[in-house]
């Protein structure tokens, strides 16, 4: 195995010694320099659309803008939602009362009290805190007096020359008004 070593190592030392021979320089370099050319202008399709995608990461001033325009977005965004936030709880804060609040059916039983408290309505008849007993009576009657208001209107719609006569005596009272 050492004489095959030896001879290994002395041929590659004729080898490394001995220059090629080179007949044509200038053809050998423009066939070099072709070869060259032809793979950096044929790169794969991939790599192509990579770079036609994905060029402009390499220009600077293109890469500041981006991340300075997509600052700005997301400053327009957390704007906007401190702006709906604010507005859901000003939502939140505001008391809607609708008038099944106000008359509580039979069924719904709502706190009527609470809801004139919490509203923070100065009822007229005292200007000032009303008893809870008085504001039960106060909405007690409230509530007989819309339900009577209700059966008078349907009796009215029923009957055409009941409608008749009360929409002729009405339009009297706004002329004798007019008058005075």
């Not at 069924?107 to 009303?130: E, M, Q, V």
Request: no cysteine; glycine share 2%; proline share 3%.
């Amino acid at each position: 195995m050492d004489s095959e070593k030896e001879k290994y190592d002395k041929v590659v030392e004729i080898l490394r010694r001995s220059k090629p021979i080179i007949s044509d320089q200038e053809a050998l370099s423009e066939r070099i320099l072709h070869k060259l050319r032809k793979e950096k202008h044929d790169p794969v399709l991939i790599d192509r659309i990579s770079a036609l995608l994905f060029g402009w990461v390499y220009i600077g001033w293109v890469r500041r803008s981006l991340i300075a325009v997509s600052f700005a977005i997301l400053l327009v965004f957390i704007f906007q939602q401190s702006v709906i936030l604010r507005r859901i709880n000003a939502i939140d804060r505001q008391a809607i009362f609708t008038s099944s609040q106000l008359m509580p059916d039979e069924s719904d039983r709502l706190d009527s009290k609470t809801l004139y408290k919490r509203a923070g309505f100065i009822l007229p008849a005292k200007r000032g805190a009303l008893s809870d007993r008085e504001v039960d009576q106060l909405i007690k009657s409230f509530n007989e007096l819309q339900i009577k208001y209700k059966d008078i209107l349907k009796i009215i719609d029923e009957d055409p020359d009941l409608k008749n006569y009360i929409e002729q005596k009405l339009n009297q009272k706004d002329r004798e008004k007019l008058k005075l």
